[in-house]
């Protein structure tokens, strides 16, 4: 009795879903029209169709309810993408519906649109366009998405997210990379130990300068991303300090700078390298072995000493100072600089207020550029084409 009552009950069920599976209006798809992706038409009709049966909403035609009609002429297999034409080929299959669409590789985004055409009334049922990211290998998930929408269905939202085209701030070409260089001159005032090292007699190893010096150099400036409103850089100096004075002190700065805005107001950082002379030595603060609170280098104190045989006061040690006598070594620090370009046509003029930072001084000055614009090449460049043999 059991065994019965579930066969019937199969039966039944089976008996109501074909009917009304045959209450359901059918439809067909053609064959999309597909540019700038290696997909196939025909593979894109395949997923189409798939995703059309999962609405549950059509009786749908496969490729081979369709084989006799789309063999008797050539327009229908290939370029049926009108209406008017769609509206022939549904009459043909005397279907209710039929779709078609067209899916486009355009840059870095697909354009995905479907329509469907209403055949006996003649008219367009349904339609839609929607923009998604250039993920060729996901076009079934972006038809799911399309056709969901079409019809009032839920979309997941993951998967929507993930796949839709993200309208990026624009990378303008008309501001691309710009190969921007020109003179820097300036002047610095030394501060800390520099200071010092600067107005030392040149007997005690210093400069015996002025603490303030001018600057002359030359930038290199590259600009590897650029924006309407935003620009990152990066810029070398070569600069050599001091040459009103008779000294020449060359450096080499690399920065990463940021320009914000049309009015061009920057901020940039990055290491100086330079060289400098060291020795190892004291300073005479308590002025136990002189008057005036003198270096003395090591070779200074042993002269000194074997002249007057003392001994080194402990509150004294030999420590590495600047000594224009001493040993060669490459000097590091790290450069701030903030300031203002102001434009004059082509002509930019940088005006900046720099602090250069290192162990116990630095240099604190203001200098001043300009930079013609000498070339333009866009950032978005397109991708060489591959050749084809």
């Given amino acids: 009795m059991k065994k019965t009552l579930l066969l019937l009950t199969t039966c039944l069920i089976g008996m109501m879903s074909q009917a009304q599976t045959e209450k359901m209006p059918t439809i067909a798809v053609a064959n999309p029209n597909v540019n700038g992706l290696t997909v196939k038409p025909e593979a894109v009709a395949k997923m189409m169709r798939l995703e059309t049966i999962k609405l549950n909403k059509y009786k749908v035609f496969d490729e081979f309810d369709m084989a006799d009609v789309l063999k008797s002429k050539e327009e229908f ?7 008017n034409c769609l509206i022939k080929l549904g009459t043909e299959l005397n279907v209710d519906y039929i779709m078609c669409g067209s899916v486009d590789g355009l840059g870095n985004k697909i354009a995905l649109s479907i329509k469907i055409v209403d055949v006996k009334n003649q008219t367009l049922y349904k339609s839609a366009v929607k923009e998604f990211d250039n993920q060729e290998t996901e076009i079934q998930r972006m038809l799911e998405i399309v056709l969901y929408e079409m019809h009032g269905f839920t979309v997941d939202k993951v998967i929507a997210d993930r796949l839709t085209f993200k309208n990026e701030p624009i990378t303008s070409n008309n501001i691309g990379k710009i190969n921007n260089s020109g003179p820097r001159i300036g002047g610095a005032a030394l501060v800390g130990s520099l200071h010092e090292f600067a107005t030392r007699p040149t007997s005690q190893g210093g400069l015996d300068i002025a603490p303030f010096v001018s600057m002359i150099g030359y930038q290199f400036e590259g ?12 810029e070398g100096i070569v600069n050599v300090s001091g040459l009103e004075q008779g000294k020449f002190l060359p450096s080499f700065t690399l920065m990463n700078g940021f320009r914000f805005g049309k009015s061009g107001w920057e901020f940039a950082f990055g290491p100086r390298l330079s060289v400098k002379h060291t020795s190892l030595g004291f300073f005479d603060k308590d002025n136990l072995y002189s008057t005036n609170g003198q270096y003395f280098s090591e070779s200074d104190w042993n002269k000194y000493s074997l002249n007057n045989p003392v001994t080194l006061d402990e509150r004294y040690t030999f ?3 600047l000594d224009m006598r001493g040993s060669t070594r490459l000097s590091t620090s790290f450069v701030i600089a903030f300031g203002r370009t102001f434009q004059a046509g082509s002509l930019n003029i940088p005006v900046n207020l720099f602090y250069t930072s290192q162990k116990g001084g630095g240099f604190a000055g203001i200098n001043v550029g300009f930079n013609v614009q000498k070339s333009k090449q866009p ?9 084809y043999y």
């Fill in 77 to 83: 297999r290939t370029q049926c993408f009108g209406q």
């Fill in 379 to 387: 950032i978005n460049k397109p991708a060489p084409k591959k050749g």
């Fill in 319 to 321: 420590e590495e100072n």
């Fill in 223 to 234: 600009q590897y991303v650029g924006t309407e409103n935003f620009s990152a850089l990066v």
